[in-house]
């Protein structure tokens, strides 16, 4: 049997913190009715993966079953006490209880082990109950970055930092390559028109006092002077901000999408939470049922880089699960009585991260690998962390 001949008529799901495995699995299995059994801790879960399946399996009937308490296991077993013998239990979500429960009410009332199925997002891979597998690698999802926010309710703010009046992606290289031949150009980049206590200055003080690039930056930027003359604010602060470390994501997303190809990727994506809360994703991606995520900053401090990883990290997997990947591109370098900074790096979020898709940390040395100082460019760490 082929993987792509596994689908079932009415999907029955547990509703749990991540409605991704959900989704992909209706997406697999392609029902014609779905019901979802969901807590009221769950409820607002329920709700965005209602909305996702509506658009996504647009064909697909819904409906939803509560459950008051899922520590009860008679609460449990009651729920799943009117189900029937032809549908397909998909257990992956809700507690532990929840799933236990469901599954053996499920066998009771007739349901065979090829009808029912756990994700494995450890393996990636779709299990069924009588030992099948299908490889999510190999299933043609069509999941998008925006699938996967509607899945958390999550509100694009901006589509992308480059602006037609600002820095442009030949810019990003030229900078890249000579802060990675330079790191403590980096620095001088960021302190472009700021004050002694860092803070930005005006756009009026800043065309009485326009900085040259062609003195910082070797190579034809696409601009001379920060303001240029005939420039409004707006094109001022784009390019501060480019300057301020933005050239990173933008770089850095030009590499990734030499090695995807075709991929979307979203760059500098300003995004606004369930919750009411703003963030940033500095550059992410979708590849098959995989979210990418990844943190740039140009800072050297041990300690600033540690925060940024975990940070990436916890973002990766909030939206992701463990079927997410989180890495930080960074200018770290160096090396104390503990051994180089970046291993020390790796080896304390490895410590604490207990999941498949431990974050990955991409300091300086790799950076001028995939750029080519000192040789041929060399992507092949970067190459195998969006295979992972």
Sequence with gaps: MTERERTCDKLLLLVGSNPLPNYITALILKPKSIRLFYSPETEKVKKHLWEALTTGLSGAQLDETCIDDVTSAAKVRQAFGSITSDAHLHYTGGTKIMAAHARMAFRESGGKDEQASYLDERKGVLRFDDGYEMDLSKQRLRLTLGDVLALHAIKRISEDHLQPDGPAGEDAGIIAGAVLNDPSLAKRLYGIHRDEKNKRRSFEKAKA????????????????????????????????????????????????????????????????????????????????????????????????????????????????????????????????????????????????????????????????????????????????????
């Design 209 to 388: 006092d326009d900085v040259i690039l062609d003195e910082l930056v070797p190579g034809d930027l696409s601009v001379r002077r920060i303001p240029e003359a005939h420039w409004k604010r707006q094109a001022y602060e784009n390019w501060l901000d480019f300057l301020g470390g933005g050239w990173l994501e933008t770089w850095c997303s030009a590499l990734v999408r030499q090695i995807v190809d075709g991929d979307e990727i979203a760059v500098g994506l300003e995004c606004k939470l369930a919750n009411g809360r703003q963030c940033e994703i500095d550059v992410a991606l979708v590849r098959g049922h995989r979210l990418y995520v990844i943190s740039c900053t140009t800072d050297t401090k041990t300690g600033l880089c540690k925060s940024k990883l975990f940070e990436v990290a916890m973002r990766a997997r909030q939206l992701g699960g463990d079927l997410a990947r989180s890495a930080l591109v960074c200018l770290l370098h160096g090396s104390d009585a503990k051994g180089a900074f970046v291993d020390q790096l790796r080896n304390d979020v490895a410590d604490v991260w207990d999941a498949p898709n431990t974050p990955q940390v991409f300091g300086l040395d790799e950076l001028k690998e995939w750029a080519g100082i000192g040789g041929r460019p060399n992507m092949d760490s970067l190459r195998r962390w969006l295979d992972s």
